[in-house]
Every structure is written in C-alpha cells, then in structure tokens.
Nanobody, 114 residues
C-alpha cells in the first residue's frame, strides 16, 4: 500500500487561497485515480475533486470554478489549488488514490474564518 501525506492546510479569511499538497511514498501509475475529499464536522466525507490520466478531472459542483486539482507525475505529488475560499469550505481535507487497494492520507485541516 502507498502512504500519502498531505500538507498545506491552515486558517484563511473568506476569499483567500490555499494550496494543498499530497505526496506519495512510492510511484503511483498514471492509470490510478487520485482525488481530494473533505469532511466537515457532523457531515459525511465528500468528494471534492478527482483526476486520472484516462478520465481527466471532475469537481464537486460546490467548488467548480474555485478549485483546481493537478498532479505532478514526476514527483508523485497531488495538488489542490483552492481560491475564493468560503466558510463552507472549512473541513479536514484528505487525499486518496485507488492504486494498490486504495490509500488515504491522514488529513489536513482547512479553516475559513474572519
């Protein structure tokens, strides 16, 4: 199983930006599906964005036009650029890959507050 480690979370004001990173402990093939999920207090974990070489990218409606998912396959690092952040984006963000049975990162807290 591949280990994933997220970074880049923090506290920002509404309208601000953050860039999350997720680094894998090993090589993840390009055919794997990689994604970012989030879980807010009292809510279920939900898909934020997903990327794969075959299918491209897809986003939750709530983040379309504000978030961009990308992957540097040479560094085995997944990114989530988050712009125009809103209060409702506050959550723990997790990265995921379906490679080798699936792996989750430990999560990184994103808090939007004025």
């Amino acid at each position: 199983q591949v280990q994933l480690v997220e970074s880049g979370g923090g506290l920002v004001q509404p309208g601000g930006s953050l860039r999350l990173s997720c680094t894998a402990s090993g090589r993840i093939p390009t055919f794997a599906v990689n994604g970012w999920y989030r879980q807010a207090p009292g809510k279920q974990r939900e898909l934020v964005a997903q990327i794969s070489a075959a299918a491209g990218t897809r986003y939750a409606d709530s983040v379309k036009g504000r978030f961009i998912i990308s992957k540097d396959y040479t560094k085995d690092t997944l990114y989530l650029q988050m712009d125009n952040l809103k209060f409702e984006d506050t959550a723990v963000y997790y990265c995921y890959t379906n490679f080798a049975g699936g792996s989750w990162g430990q999560g990184t807290q994103v808090t939007i507050s004025s």
